[in-house]
Structures are given as structure tokens and as C-alpha cells.
């Protein structure tokens, strides 16, 4: 069962995430639920890493193995900057965008490996990307439209990556 748990997780897991992200920009939860959002993720993230780190020590899984281990400090950062009061908003922009360009790599290096639905990882990782750039604009701007664009580019990007390694897998 968590082997199963572990190779299907990622697909609620990831749109749940970036929903959940798209709340907090939205002012839709308190800081100290985000707080623990993050020390949930910071325990799920290290737990499947370590559980799956023998799985991925080679081929695309290593790149997604070093995707996780990137994204386990930003979601720390994240985690660090919540703890304080106010939050270190900055610190917090770079776990964002962090999350936003770390899996695209990932992605885009999927889709140049893989035969199976490489358009799915190519587009996916691309989208991610894109959603970086848009949500920096806004946050640069304070442009609460443009935050959102970018933050919804990552979801879908991500999510459709994820479907793609699930279904494929």
C-alpha cells in the first residue's frame, strides 16, 4: 500500500499544493495554517525522499530525486520564513518560484528523455516556467492578477506532468 500510495500520491498532492498556494495569495488562510501546511509537505517531502531515494538513483528518476531535494530546502525556506513575525515575504517568493522552476527542469528533462507523452512534460515544464515569469510581474508590480495567472500556469503545468507520469507508469 505505500509503495501504491507513493507512485499515485503526487497526483492529488500537486494540485492540492498549488491550490493551497493560491489560497494563501488569495488571503484565504492564516499564516499559522500555512505554517503548518508547510511543516506537513516538509515531512511528507523528506519521507518520500527517503523512502524512494534507492528507486531513483539513476536515469530520470535521479533528476526527479534531485528535484525533491531542491524542493525539501525550499519548502524549508518557506517553512523558516513562516516562523517569523511578520513572514519574510521575500523568502517566501523564492520558495514560490522555487517551486515553480525546479519541477519544471524536472519536466522539461522528462519530456526530452521519454517517448511516452514527451509533449505532456515538455508543455507541463514549459507552462511551470512561464508561471514563474508571470508571477514574479506581479509580485514586482503588485499586480494580484498577474500572481495568480502564474500561480494557476504552475498548477496546470505541474498537474499535467504528474497525470502523465502516473498514467504512464
Not at 531535494?69 to 520564513?81: E, F, K, M, R, Y
Not at 514563474?132 to 502564474?150: D, I, M
Amino acid at each position: 500500500m505505500l509503495r501504491r500510495l507513493r507512485e499515485n500520491g503526487p497526483v492529488v498532492l500537486v494540485p492540492l499544493a498549488w491550490s493551497f498556494a493560491t489560497a494563501a495569495h488569495l488571503e484565504l488562510l492564516a499564516t499559522r495554517t500555512v505554517l503548518i501546511a508547510h511543516l506537513v509537505m516538509d515531512a511528507i517531502i523528506a519521507t518520500f525522499t527517503v523512502l524512494s531515494w534507492r528507486e531513483m538513483s539513476d536515469g530520470i528518476l535521479l533528476e526527479w530525486r534531485r528535484v525533491l531535494v531542491a524542493g525539501l530546502g525550499l519548502t524549508l525556506v518557506g517553512t523558516v520564513a513562516l516562523f517569523a513575525t511578520p513572514p519574510v515575504e521575500r523568502f517566501l517568493t523564492v520558495t514560490v518560484v522555487g517551486w515553480m522552476l525546479v519541477p519544471a527542469a524536472g519536466l522539461v528533462a522528462t519530456g526530452q528523455r521519454l517517448d511516452r507523452r514527451p509533449r505532456a512534460y515538455s508543455l507541463g515544464g514549459a507552462l511551470s516556467a512561464v508561471g514563474a515569469v508571470v508571477y514574479v510581474g506581479g509580485v514586482f508590480w503588485t499586480l494580484s492578477a498577474l500572481v495568480l495567472a502564474g500561480l494557476t500556469m504552475a498548477n496546470v503545468g505541474q498537474t499535467a506532468g504528474i497525470v502523465a507520469a502516473v498514467y504512464d507508469y
